[in-house]
Nanobody, 115 residues
Framework: QVQLVESGGGLVQPGGSLRLSCAASGSISSIRAMGWYRQAPGKERELVATITSGSSINYADSVKGRFTISRDNAKNTVYLQMNSLKPEDTAVYYC?????????WGQGTQVTVSS
């Protein structure tokens, strides 16, 4: 079993910043990648950013230049620094952890960007 605990969501005004965190624990033998997806109301879940164990990073075009993903391997924790937030960034953000044969999802944390 793998547990993912997310934190850092909330309400922020347009142009503001938030930092999401996701700590993984449990039966973690080898993490291949960690990252974030999001799902806005009425839309499909979409990739936001991922970072591999070799620190290869991938961003959705919509967040490039505004969001930064990072990880602390010693703590099995992944972070998402979100700057210059826009109303269209409003969504539930889900943490993911990829092991060799499986993917685990966090419970989700709400991010709302509104004035």
């Amino acid at each position: 079993q793998v547990q993912l605990v997310e934190s850092g969501g909330g309400l922020v005004q347009p142009g503001g910043s938030l930092r999401l965190s996701c700590a993984a624990s449990g039966s973690i033998s080898s993490i291949r990648a960690m990252g974030w997806y999001r799902q806005a109301p009425g839309k499909e879940r979409e990739l936001v950013a991922t970072i591999t164990s070799g620190s290869s990073i991938n961003y959705a075009d919509s967040v490039k230049g505004r969001f930064t993903i990072s990880r602390d391997n010693a703590k099995n924790t992944v972070y998402l620094q979100m700057n210059s937030l826009k109303p269209e960034d409003t969504a539930v953000y889900y943490c993911i952890v990829d092991l060799i044969y499986s993917r685990y999802w966090g419970q989700g944390t709400q991010v709302t960007v509104s004035s």
